[in-house]
């Protein structure tokens, strides 16, 4: 079993940054593909981002490249996503994954952390 438990959102202005933590505990971190997903407000889950075990190759959705940066410290069991230019369509409940399959993580999922920006 691996954990994960995310930290970090909150309200912004459009125009601004944020950034996402997902810390992990259980089976070995860096084994396991990590990644970000989203589900706005009467949408479904959407990817964002990914990140193999080395942290050397990753992955973004379209509507994100150029923005976020996903990257992770297997020293201390962490992932993180950091946000730049945020537009109010990125709101939404932003949610960690672990799994073994290249780009969708989906083993284990933490719970969310919300991400509103708005005016």
């Known amino acids: 079993q691996v954990q994960l438990v995310e930290s970090g959102g909150g309200l912004v202005q459009p125009g601004a940054s944020l950034k996402l933590s997902c810390a992990a505990s259980?089976?070995?971190?860096?084994?396991?593909?990590m990644g970000w997903s989203r589900q706005a407000p009467g949408k479904e889950r959407e990817f964002v981002a990914a990140?193999?075990?080395?942290?050397?190759?990753?992955d973004y959705a379209h509507s994100v490249k150029g923005r976020f940066t996903i990257s992770r410290d297997n020293a201390k069991n962490m992932v993180y996503l950091q946000m730049n230019s945020l537009k109010p369509e990125d709101t939404a409940v932003y949610y960690c994954?672990?799994?073994?399959?290249?780009?969708?993580?989906?083993?284990?999922w933490g719970k969310g952390t919300l991400v509103t920006v708005s005016f």
């Open positions: 994954a672990a799994g073994r399959t290249w780009p969708l993580p989906n083993d284990y």
């Open positions: 259980g089976r070995t971190f860096s084994n396991y593909v």
């Open positions: 990140i193999d075990w080395s942290g050397y190759n990753t």
